[in-house]
């Protein structure tokens, strides 16, 4: 399976983007799958999960109240809508997909599929 993520760019403090993930090679809907970020010199931090179903979602702290995730199984795809954009947001985004029998995970190991990253800058 690869995953595609796309979506990045330039933004305002305060805007919003939409990340979105592709997936191709294999369907992805009996995985729980995620958005890390990592920023110039800090390690790849959890942002936001989704169960299979998507039925649940997860959220780390700083991003709880702006960001929503979500995923069309039907067309293999996951979303993060990003919304109240602040300069600490800045980083280059993954999506990446849990290991299969795993459920919800924050941690990096605990996924075995990555996409390549997708760079969200927001201008203070």
């Known amino acids: 399976v690869q995953l595609q993520a796309f979506g990045g760019g330039l933004v305002q403090a305060g805007g919003s983007l939409r990340l979105s993930c592709a997936a191709s090679?294999?369907?992805?809907?009996?995985?729980?799958e995620g958005w890390f970020r990592q920023a110039p010199g800090k390690e790849r931090e959890f942002v936001t999960g989704?169960?299979?179903?998507?039925?649940?979602?997860f959220y780390a702290d700083s991003v709880k109240g702006r960001f929503t995730i979500s995923r069309d199984n039907a067309k293999n795809m996951v979303y993060l809508q990003m919304n109240s954009l602040k300069p600490e947001d800045t980083a280059v985004y993954y999506c990446?997909?849990?290991?299969?029998?795993?459920?919800?995970?924050?941690?990096?190991?605990?996924?075995?599929?990555w996409g390549q990253g997708t760079l969200v800058t927001v201008s203070s």
């Open positions: 090679g294999r369907t992805l809907s009996s995985y729980a």
């Open positions: 990446a997909v849990v290991r299969y029998g795993l459920g919800h995970s924050t941690k990096v190991y605990d996924y075995d599929v």
């Open positions: 989704i169960s299979w179903s998507g039925s649940s979602t």
